[in-house]
């Protein structure tokens, strides 16, 4: 006597897409996954420049978005950082750890993609390429569901949407279909921005002439409100800023920023100094002032298209001989390395974005991830209004909630 086997669709083939398929069929069903792209992970191959920082050790509702962290820690209890670790090592991945940043010894991102694709392979997954989701409906009275794609229309008991969010390259067409999607089935969807993405600085701000990336504190303000800080490498363009510190701090200030406050940026290039102690760097430098130039003596204090900045934002003269500049300008100058002023003009935009803030609502999810008015129907990874600060926390959370759900569905 044959045993039935749950139909379970699952629409979309990135992280969180990929890992429900695999746990659904581990867990007996049958699974059919939908993929827009002509090639699974697209967007995965990608992430951490190329190296793929698939989760971080030190986890908790913390990193995560206010929408988030009242349900993260339970989540993250059924399948945390160590289950990743785990669940990767029974694909053949082995994981290593920097600082708590979690990544293949391969150091590749297409290798990760690779065994995730072998093991849908192996379980029997039916995997349609070139196929756009384009609707969910119940199937008469019946629990079952008909999908319809671009490429044909399917049958199954549930259905598991992890079809991305509006975040990353053209490549990847990232384009949000799965919004228009789940508000057609009655879920509520938060404003969504462009999250962990850079700024471009208004016109008016004199930017270096090339770019730099520097160790730096960066303080974000509306008016003399402090809005965030952050510290780290901080990349300056030739029309914006960016860097990991950045992109952390952008979570928190986007939707100011879209709606034309006027935010803008302190940056610190000498972080690791009090002012007790910088001050007698000035000192020290002060007592220099000699026949040299005013671009000589800062050549050894700061990054040459950096200096540059600065004087031109003082409208003087590299050329200027050091001894004919007061000592009260050259402290001035070289106060300027510690309270570089940036106005955010806009971000970078979704195609530059990691991920989105924003998305259908937490509120209207089951633990399992499943729809609580339509509890056939699971929503994960990127589409939900779950966002993480760089470092493996968005990647956790896919494979948090694809495992999460791919296991409750095939159940």
């Given at each position: 006597?044959?045993?039935?086997k749950?139909k379970?669709?699952?629409?979309?083939?990135?992280?969180?897409g990929?890992?429900?398929?695999?746990?659904?069929?581990?867990?007996?069903?049958?699974?059919?996954?939908?993929?827009?792209?002509?090639?699974?992970?697209?967007?995965l191959?990608?992430?951490?420049n190329?190296?793929?920082?698939?989760?971080?050790?030190?986890?908790?509702?913390?990193y995560y978005n206010?929408?988030?962290k009242?349900r993260?820690?339970?989540?993250?209890?059924?399948?945390?950082?160590?289950?990743?670790?785990?669940?990767?090592?029974?694909l053949?991945?082995?994981?290593?750890?920097?600082?708590g940043?979690?990544?293949?010894v391969?150091?590749?991102?297409?290798g990760?993609?690779?065994?995730?694709?072998?093991?849908?392979?192996?379980?029997?997954?039916?995997?349609?390429?070139?196929?756009?989701?384009?609707?969910?409906e119940?199937?008469?009275?019946?629990?079952?569901?008909?999908?319809?794609?671009?490429?044909?229309?399917?049958?199954?008991?549930?259905?598991?949407?992890?079809?991305?969010?509006?975040?990353g390259?053209?490549?990847?067409?990232?384009?949000?279909d799965?919004?228009?999607?789940?508000?057609?089935l009655?879920?509520?969807?938060k404003?969504?921005?462009?999250?962990?993405?850079g700024?471009k600085?208004?016109?008016?701000?004199?930017?270096?002439?090339?770019?730099?990336?520097?160790k730096?504190?960066?303080?974000?303000?509306l008016?003399?409100?402090?809005?965030?800080?952050?510290?780290?490498?901080v990349?300056?363009l030739t029309d914006g800023?960016?860097?990991?510190?950045?992109?952390?701090?952008s979570?928190?200030?986007i939707?100011?920023?879209?709606?034309?406050k006027?935010?803008?940026?302190?940056?610190d290039?000498?972080?690791?100094y009090d002012?007790e102690?910088?001050?007698?760097?000035i000192?020290?430098?002060i007592?220099?002032?000699?026949?040299r130039?005013?671009?000589?003596?800062?050549?050894?204090?700061?990054?040459?298209?950096?200096?540059?900045?600065?004087?031109?934002?003082?409208k003087?003269?590299?050329t200027?001989?050091?001894?004919?500049?007061?000592?009260?300008m050259?402290?001035?100058?070289?106060?300027?390395?510690?309270?570089?002023k940036?106005?955010?003009?806009?971000?970078?935009?979704?195609?530059?974005s990691?991920?989105t803030?924003?998305?259908?609502?937490?509120?209207?999810?089951?633990?399992?991830f499943?729809y609580?008015?339509?509890?056939?129907?699971y929503v994960?990874g990127?589409?939900?209004?779950?966002?993480?600060?760089?470092?493996?926390?968005?990647?956790?959370?896919a494979?948090?909630?694809?495992?999460?759900?791919?296991?409750?569905?095939?159940h």
């Amino acid at each position: 006597m044959s045993v039935y086997k749950k139909k379970i669709i699952v629409a979309g083939g990135g992280a969180s897409g990929m890992c429900a398929a695999i746990c659904a069929a581990r867990s007996g069903a049958e699974v059919t996954l939908l993929e827009k792209n002509n090639v699974l992970g697209k967007k995965l191959s990608m992430t951490g420049n190329g190296r793929c920082n698939l989760t971080n050790l030190k986890i908790d509702g913390s990193y995560y978005n206010a929408a988030a962290k009242s349900r993260i820690g339970s989540w993250l209890n059924e399948f945390g950082a160590l289950d990743t670790i785990e669940f990767f090592r029974s694909l053949g991945v082995i994981t290593m750890s920097e600082y708590g940043y979690v990544y293949p010894v391969s150091e590749q991102a297409a290798g990760v993609v690779s065994a995730l694709s072998n093991e849908l392979s192996r379980l029997g997954v039916t995997i349609v390429y070139n196929s756009q989701l384009k609707s969910i409906e119940r199937t008469g009275e019946s629990v079952g569901y008909t999908v319809k794609t671009s490429e044909g229309v399917y049958e199954s008991d549930k259905v598991i949407i992890a079809t991305g969010s509006l975040s990353g390259a053209k490549t990847t067409m990232s384009t949000g279909d799965g919004y228009y999607i789940c508000k057609k089935l009655g879920m509520s969807v938060k404003d969504t921005f462009p999250a962990l993405v850079g700024f471009k600085t208004t016109d008016e701000d004199i930017m270096p002439a090339a770019g730099v990336r520097s160790k730096a504190a960066i303080s974000f303000y509306l008016g003399e409100e402090l809005l965030t800080s952050e510290k780290g490498e901080v990349q300056l363009l030739t029309d914006g800023i960016s860097g990991i510190p950045v992109m952390q701090a952008s979570r928190g200030i986007i939707k100011l920023v879209s709606e034309n406050k006027p935010v803008y940026a302190l940056l610190d290039l000498y972080p690791d100094y009090d002012e007790e102690s910088f001050d007698r760097l000035i000192n020290e430098m002060i007592k220099l002032r000699d026949s040299r130039s005013i671009s000589e003596l800062l050549s050894g204090f700061g990054n040459s298209y950096i200096n540059e900045m600065v004087l031109k934002r003082m409208k003087l003269s590299p050329t200027m001989k050091a001894v004919n500049i007061s000592e009260s300008m050259l402290r001035c100058i070289f106060e300027n390395y510690r309270k570089l002023k940036f106005n955010i003009k806009e971000c970078n935009g979704y195609a530059a974005s990691q991920v989105t803030t924003g998305g259908i609502s937490v509120g209207d999810i089951n633990d399992d991830f499943s729809y609580k008015n339509n509890p056939g129907i699971y929503v994960v990874g990127e589409l939900l209004d779950v966002d993480g600060r760089c470092g493996g926390y968005n990647l956790q959370f896919a494979w948090t909630s694809g495992y999460i759900a791919g296991n409750a569905a095939s159940h």
